[in-house]
């Protein structure tokens, strides 16, 4: 998802909190204006008072909050109707409306609140939809501008690709640019489209055969785009689908992974938090290994190593150094570490036990006694929560491999870097750098088709224990 879209998308949040509390207060003075008074006198004042009430109003939305989180008004659909999100606003506000009458009714309220809760129910659908209104408004104006467009292609030559493009080319508001037209999605088009790499291709031929499909498939998960077609074009290739219309047209959309929208913002927040807690609980380690490298081999504590991250972007991974100066490679060293670097390659075809892209030397002797020690605990990795903290990394995700080690990928594997790689993962608690690559992407891709929060702290929960096992340490 574009940041265009991911930022409007939590602004609702925000938005929503913001106006209901607007609300709340616009019922409380309307209760208090003369014109009411007049006809309706307060009895209870003293539980009234303004000092009470604002608290309970900032309760009372975050509650609101919760029941608009259930009725699905925040979900991430770009093309979803703002009239179908209006009428979600409606019942969701009535839904909190009945929770609260009832409460007031089981509690018996000693003051004066049917009104204010019936004022605050209108004035909260009122205000929210208003929000959405502007949300809806300003990211229009915005696209017609130029702003938040989704550069898409369209494959496809019949009545409904041509319908499609002629609307979203007329309606520039829908937030999409046509970059491409094309009959067919075949070896030809592949290399056209990947001089300049779209955000969305749209596949509007429902006669598009099984090469063409899967071949359209691998180019969106190589280059990490989304891929939208006709309905009863693949009913069965991916477990998260959502439908929509784009023109009054049916389209699913093939998501590679859940980790969008809020998804990604449920994510990046539980890393932030859970990197900044184990950074306090394992810093004795931190410093008992940063005294153990200095004593033994000196500076520099860190070692940084260059990795491919989310969308194939290089970034450095930090980590305890754990092999002696002379033979370390990498950037850091200047000229010294890229000759090792032609070294290690010898190395590696003499002594690498794995097969595929990845490799792993067995008996390394450019590795220190404490080197092997940090390696065998894990420790050597600690650093890495700097990397997370940064948003180069995530607590749970795929092992982040060398650029070296990518170009070897085959197209089906670079789906792995469709989301951050990670400290841990689903193949490292399953058998840690024992696992053949070919395993090891399955898992990794099978935990991005199927990520939820929960499979996460699993996993973090049981890394320690893998660890303790000695299985698959180096």
């Not at 938005?15 to 014109?35: H, N, P, Q, V």
């Not at 090469?211 to 785009?225: G, K, P, Q, T, V």
């Not at 980590?319 to 490679?329: G, H, I, L, P, Q």
Request: hydrophobic share 45%; net charge positive.
């Amino acid at each position: 998802m574009k940041r265009f879209e991911l930022f409007f998308t939590f602004l609702k949040l925000p938005l929503d909190y913001f106006m209901l509390i607007l609300a709340g207060f616009t019922a409380y003075f309307l209760r208090f204006s003369d014109f009411i008074t007049k006809f309706r006198p307060i009895i209870f004042e003293q539980n009234l008072t303004l000092d009470k009430y604002w608290i309970l109003v900032l309760i009372v939305a975050a509650f609101w909050i919760l029941i608009f989180i259930f009725a699905g008004l925040y979900h991430t659909n770009p093309n979803q109707k703002l009239l179908k999100d209006l009428g979600k606003i409606f019942f969701a506000c009535s839904a909190s409306f009945a929770a609260i009458t009832i409460y007031v009714f089981f509690t018996m309220q000693k003051f004066d609140s049917r009104f204010l809760v019936l004022t605050a129910f209108i004035f909260a659908i009122i205000y929210v939809s208003f929000g959405r209104i502007i949300i809806k408004i300003t990211k229009t104006l915005l696209r017609k501008n130029g702003f938040g467009l989704r550069n898409t292609v369209i494959i496809g030559d019949n009545k409904i690709s041509k319908e499609i493009k002629q609307n979203l080319e007329n309606k520039r508001g829908l937030g999409y640019k046509i970059v491409g037209f094309y009959k067919n999605f075949n070896a030809k088009t592949e290399q056209q489209l990947s001089k300049n790499i779209p955000d969305e291709i749209i596949i509007a031929d429902t006669k598009t055969n099984e090469e063409e499909a899967m071949l359209a498939i691998d180019f969106a998960n190589e280059h990490h785009i989304t891929l939208k077609y006709s309905a009863d074009l693949f009913s069965t290739v991916s477990a998260n689908m959502t439908i929509s219309t784009i023109a009054g047209i049916p389209i699913i959309e093939l998501k590679r992974t859940k980790l969008g929208g809020w998804g990604s913002i449920l994510k990046r927040s539980f890393d932030i938090l859970g990197s900044v807690i184990l950074i306090i609980l394992f810093s004795p380690l931190y410093l008992f290994t940063t005294i153990g490298i200095l004593i033994e081999t000196g500076l520099p504590i860190i070692y940084k190593n260059k990795r491919v991250g989310q969308l194939g972007t290089n970034f450095f991974t930090l980590k305890f150094r754990s092999m002696r100066k002379e033979f370390s490679t990498g950037e850091q060293f200047g000229q010294a570490g890229k000759l090792q670097e032609e070294k290690e390659k010898e190395l590696i075809k003499k002594q690498s036990i794995k097969i595929g892209p990845v490799y792993k030397i067995k008996n390394d002797p450019r590795i220190t006694q404490l080197g092997h020690f940090i390696r065998r605990w894990s420790l050597d990795e600690l650093p890495q929560f700097i990397n997370v903290l940064k948003g180069e990394m995530s607590l749970v995700g795929p092992r982040p491999h060398q650029p070296r080690e990518v170009e070897k990928y085959e197209k089906k594997h670079r789906q792995i870097l469709t989301i951050k790689p990670g400290i841990t993962g689903l193949s490292q608690i399953s058998g840690r750098s024992n696992l053949a690559f070919s395993e090891e992407a399955k898992l990794d891709i099978f935990y991005i088709e199927n990520w939820n929060l929960l499979t996460d702290i699993i996993i973090l929960i049981k890394t320690p224990f893998i660890v303790l096992k000695k299985t698959g340490a180096i």
